[in-house]
């Protein structure tokens, strides 16, 4: 049944309330910086980047999600794999423009990819942290390391025009996952060559300001109140009924507000308490879903009293897990028992998820902890944080830990891990890749991979076991090895696994196709939506 809107929308355009502004438009430029600052740079991303492939989607409780069985053709046409695993020959689409006139070709794949190596002297892990070393397509870098792309030499061979092989430093059953991310990009190599210079050889400096992807979208105008996007009407990959996107800046008090009064029409990144004031309201529709969001206690375990696995027993068994859930999510999140995403089909319960302050005393009883007071750092600008870590304090004066609460600028907190100065902080998280063996690289891995261990966790059975997944090509096998380093973290407990929070975004109702997709944490693709007539 059609939607009848009190007041009248135009069903060409979608404005999103935006609390900041996009500032970038080169993905592997800000990622590399402090990839959590801006959030709308990874929504522009999605709708300015088209990637090689992207997930088909599936319905799990009653909401749209992505399917990772399935891979669809989104800028490639197909992907042909050798037994080995070594070779990854992709035949890219034809006739797919950029919006500077300019056919996508294997030229450009191999451009882009170039464009993510090291420049050179500089510095690079395990030395210096993933996102510390201060060179423009690190993230990238990284991504590709993830999938055995090798990131010293050019992964991409150019067999025809529209024909490309890459070729893997070992074989990697997470490879074709990666090519869903938008990192590393894709780019018109064509027009971005035009303003690169021998200083800035890949036209970084340019590529802040413009886009240069093939996509439905181009940008049509910059200001200090709004960024607007149009779709093009020669992208022969699909012709969007949203024609144009306005990212209009608001007031984040007021965003509630401006979307009751239709002056917006989507909310992104939605809080608990934003969720529920929006419950009664026939106007609104709020999408929630089961992501891949995270929430978690991150301990330096080589620092006292984290270095006690009997004190961090202890916290686990006091957490208020039930409390934080019902109070501070208010039921828009689950618990989380494993130490990954409930969504990953490795995932296993590890962890019962339930308070236990007996056991909680006991196991402190067999710790060295002699009562001193310990810091326990969260994001100040972070309401839910803040409340949670109070809620934490709390329960621990139950059994005379005394934890002190620290709030840093979102800037610092980035800063400090890096570095890894922060042994004690509650963190959020998710993976922008869902393949089921990316998690434990990305969040326990030693500094060769660990590119958000910020507590330095370092155990060499695991380390040995993430190398050894990459190369099993037995599936059944594989997924064994990837329990056994689930065990592994779980043994260790460097973190207190909390609660897994809902993705949820609000709209005016008669938005459709909504789903959950993992690509840089959760933004729409704009141009699959449409407006119910």
Not at 157 to 176: D, G, T
Not at 229 to 249: C, E, F, M, V
């Amino acid at each position: 049944m059609a939607h009848s809107f009190s007041q009248k929308k135009d069903i060409n355009t979608l404005i999103i309330g935006a609390s900041i502004l996009p500032d970038t438009f080169d993905p592997d430029n800000f990622s590399q910086v402090n990839p959590w600052k801006n959030p709308m740079n990874w929504d522009m991303q999605v709708q300015l980047f088209d990637t090689l492939f992207e997930y088909d989607t599936k319905i799990m409780n009653n909401s749209k999600v992505q399917d990772t069985t399935k891979l669809l053709p989104v800028l490639a046409e197909s992907i042909t794999s050798s037994n080995d695993g070594y070779t990854h020959k992709i035949k890219l689409k034809e006739n797919i423009i950029s919006e500077y006139g300019n056919e996508l070709t294997a030229d450009d794949i191999f451009w882009s990819w170039q464009a993510t190596k090291a420049s050179s002297n500089m510095p690079h892990p395990p030395s210096t942290h993933w996102l510390d070393t201060k060179d423009p397509g690190e993230v990238g870098r990284w991504i590709a390391l993830t999938g055995s792309a090798p990131v010293d030499t050019n992964p991409v061979s150019v067999l025809e025009k529209y024909v490309i092989e890459f070729k893997l430093r070992e074989p990697s059953s997470a490879f074709q996952h990666i090519l869903t991310m938008v990192l590393p990009p894709v780019y018109d190599a064509t027009e971005a060559k035009k303003h690169s210079s021998k200083k800035d050889p890949f036209a970084r400096k340019w590529l802040q300001r413009h886009s240069c992807g093939f996509s439905p979208y181009s940008i049509l105008d910059i200001s200090h109140e709004q960024v607007i996007l149009q779709s093009r009407d020669n992208y022969s990959r699909i012709n969007p009924q949203i024609k144009k996107i306005i990212y209009k800046l608001i007031n984040h008090s007021e965003r509630i507000t401006q979307l009751q009064n239709n002056q917006i029409d989507m909310l992104t990144g939605l809080s608990p308490l934003e969720n529920e004031a929006l419950n009664n309201n026939a106007e609104i529709e709020v999408f929630e879903a089961f992501g891949n969001q995270q929430l978690s206690l991150q301990m330096d375990i080589k620092k006292y009293p984290f270095d006690d696995l009997w004190f961090r027993k202890a916290l686990m068994h006091l957490m208020p897990y039930d409390e934080i859930i019902n109070n501070e999510f208010i039921g828009h999140a689950r618990a989380w028992n494993g130490v990954v995403s409930s969504i990953n089909p490795t995932y296993e319960e590890l962890f019962t998820g339930k308070t236990d302050i007996n056991l909680a005393k006991q196991a402190l009883s067999q710790s060295t902890y002699d009562g001193r007071k310990i810091e326990l750092a969260y994001i100040e600008q972070s309401l839910i944080h803040k409340n949670i870590v109070s809620a934490i304090s709390n329960q621990a004066k139950n059994i005379n830990i005394h934890i002190e609460t620290q709030a840093i600028s979102s800037q610092k907190m980035s800063d400090l891990q890096k570095k890894f100065q922060v042994p004690f902080a509650i963190a959020g998280g998710g993976h922008r890749c869902a393949e089921m063996s990316y998690a434990m690289p990305h969040d326990f891995g030693d500094k060769t991979y660990g590119i958000t261990n910020w507590v330095d966790y370092n155990n060499n059975e695991l380390n040995k076991l993430i190398e050894e997944i990459k190369f099993c090509r037995d599936n059944e096998e594989r997924v064994n090895l990837i329990k056994k380093s689930h065990q592994i973290v779980a043994q260790d407990l460097p973190w207190i696994f909390i609660a897994q929070p809902n993705y949820a975004i609000a709209h005016r109702a008669g938005l459709k196709n909504i789903s959950w997709r993992s690509r840089a944490s959760g933004p729409q693709s704009y141009a699959s939506l449409f407006w119910e007539n």
